[in-house]
């Protein structure tokens, strides 16, 4: 389908306000005015964001910020999704997207998963030509990016 990533990008993070309150956290959007429309399968992209952002709320403490920003760039579109959480540790990266792969640190909040969100992201957004990239420094934060060849 073809349709307006802003929107959906803006109902999800709408969605996450509740339990961004509930873990003491500010969820920002920072999404273009204008209209970014994309050929997707609106509801599997929204399930990768969606579990971008859990990941970020789950691992990252109360006073943190989880950023939601969608950028357009001349070739590519780009869903950044942005934490000052615990970050990730660099010798554990590689594997992240692996299925049932999860970090090793001392319980925090409810850190309890199975380690197939990110398996999840890394399907969906390949299924749709896309890739994702992570940025990630131990005690400073993580970024997760979706990027998609932008057509025209
Ligand atoms: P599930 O998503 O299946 O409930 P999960 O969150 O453990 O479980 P993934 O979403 O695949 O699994 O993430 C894999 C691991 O990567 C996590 O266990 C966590 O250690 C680490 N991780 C993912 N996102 C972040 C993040 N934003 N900040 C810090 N660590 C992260
Ligand atoms: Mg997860």
Known sequence: RYFNLVELLQDLIDDYEIQAEEYKLNII???PDEEV???AEPELLRQAVSNLVSNA???T???GVVQVRLLVQLYWIIIQVKDNGDGIPADDLPYIFERFYRVNTKKKRDQEGFGLGLAIVNQIVRAHGGR???KSTIGQGTTFQIEFVRFY
């Open 57 to 59: 709320c789950k691992y």
């Open 61 to 63: 403490s109360a006073g």
């Open 132 to 134: 994702v990239q992570v």
């Open 37 to 39: 429309m994309i050929y």
């Open 29 to 31: 959007g920072d999404l």
